[in-house]
């Protein structure tokens, strides 16, 4: 299981570790989060996701994600948000 929230919290570049270990991988934790560690919506945190972006290629096919998301004060919308905001990330040119 790769994490990019947890491994950007850390201070790894998602880049070089899923280059590294991407054989590897079999899960990856779609979660961003702030400098004090917390989850926080995607794209409000420090995770370079157009970095991440960029290795979607390189990633197997199995790979499966799963979105690891904070639920906010209304989980409905904040699932919708996030599942457009990575949708966007993975389908921008």
């Known amino acids: 299981v790769y994490d990019l929230g947890n491994a950007s919290y850390c201070g790894y570049d998602i880049k070089e570790d899923i280059t590294l270990v ?33 290795l979607v290629s390189l990633i197997d096919s199995k790979t499966r994600f799963t979105l690891e998301t904070t639920r906010g004060l209304n989980p409905l919308q904040e699932q919708q948000n996030n599942y457009n905001f990575i949708s966007e990330i993975l389908n921008k040119n």
Not at 25 to 37: A, P, R, S, T, V
């Open 22 to 54: 991407n054989d590897y991988i079999k899960l990856i934790h779609i979660k961003d989060k702030n400098e004090y560690g917390e989850n926080v919506s995607l794209g409000k945190g420090i995770v370079d996701f157009l970095k991440f972006k960029d």
